[in-house]
């Protein structure tokens, strides 16, 4: 019953960020996404007898992919396969179920917060037995077994009903199809006081979840409306949906816009979040305020202990190069470590396996612990609402008295999308050539006193990641980053990150664009990227 098919390598199969992403046309090639599932199941490591997670965020291409990739386990002699029904898992679901099943590894369907349909993105990302992304080891042997594939197998007979729950064979594989929120949901329930929340809810506390048409609405329903006792509606775009209902599934000012709009007007529930296509990504909001996710990330971090599964405090926190100074704040008034890690949720996964770090973030709006091995937009909104419901203070207050406590880390990202790609790359080599005459320069009333292009060496495996993005640190601490997105599916995307720290209270409430005027001016300056993309103002402010 096993095909064997004689097939050609694509030579554009090397994992980004987050795994293989590419427009759906092309992944609907004839054996496109055949040649990396085969390369997944040649080039890892599956015990005996264990079992592989299989699910997606339902977007265009999932439940095809998800059927082939069932039948392709059969034939590879996986003895155990986990689907979530209907094809659907979120990110972080998938993550504790190759934990809590004790499986080798999963295969999660997503392009994240991509836009999807016929037209929109597709992507093929493998996790680890930790239940987290594959690390640059892994996708390596992925991608090197992509350039000789020569063929691929495949059970000669059907999946199973992908929305019927429970066991069934193929060949000689289970194949059992599980809800995919149940564990979920429990997990949910051991960290977060949902009692002392749902009582501030029936208090008066009011919220919208807005899920995007994406994977996160049968996980807030079930969580929000139906565990914690929201209000039925609370959950926005609840029913996930192929193409997201057309518009694209990123929790930002952009794309969440009416959530925005509502948050920021007369009838404002007290909080307000959304999350991404596969359910890791969050934004938060309050009445009348966005907080950013390098905020978010400092004032969970601060407040962590508020929640049950983080009573004994945190063991340290992690964030991104990118991400805000802010958490580093935190870790230091806590006597906690903090670690620097290059763009990318994978480089959080030793640190957390090691017991370093308890809490990460990420600029890019991901936030996420040690329950899973993603970053986990759910978990956000609920350590959010148990913090809430603790201090019964409003977001704006509490993000208020974090700053005054740590100052504030005025903070936004500029992202110039679909620039030439040679263009992108030339400003970057352009800025690398530069670094070593940089320290001294002036920039108005700015000196740079550090330029560098960030490496990182992983304390745990030894392993040097280099290239990560260019850091030009100014004297008082103000500080331009340069970095090339990683994520993107046409031309490049550039994206400028701009922070300056702000410790007198009485300078608090500025605007953002008036606080960080002369870093965008300087980064312009210094990265000439009006002479080098012909773009005059960044497609996305976040
Ligand atoms: C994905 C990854 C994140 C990363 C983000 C932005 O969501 O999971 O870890 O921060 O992409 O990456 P990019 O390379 O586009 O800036
Ligand atoms: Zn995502």
Redesign the pocket.
Known sequence: MIRTVATKPFDDQKP???GLRKKVPHFAQENYAENFLQAIFDATERPAGSAIVIGGDGRFLNATVIRKAIRMAAANGVAKVIVGQNGLLSTPAASNLIRQRKAAGGIVLSA??NPGGPDGDFGIKYNIANGG?APEGVTDAIYRRTREIADYRIWNGEAPDLSVVGTSRLGDMDVEIVDPVVDYAALMETLFDFARIREAIAGGLTLRFDAMHAVTGPYAREILERRLGAPQGTVLNGVPSEDFGGGHPDPNVVWAAPLVDLMMGPTAPDFGAASDGDG??NMILGRGIVVTPSDSLAVLAANAHLAPGYAKGIAGIAR?M?TSGAADRVAKARGVGIYETP????FFGNLLDAGKVTICG?????TGSDHVRE?DGLWAVLLWLNILAVRGQSVADIVAAHWAEFGRNYYQRHDYEEVDKPAAEELMNSLRGRLASMAGQRFGTLVVSEADDFSYKDPVDGSVSTGQGVRIVFSGGSRIVF??????TVGA?L?VYLERFEPDPARHALPVEEALKELVDTADAIGEIRARTGRAEPDVRT
């Open positions: 980004g960020t987050s994240s917060h992304p890791d990504r991104s990118p763009t990318g949720w994978k990420e600029e890019s709006a991901g970053k970095r090339l997105s990683g994520t993107g995307t994206r």
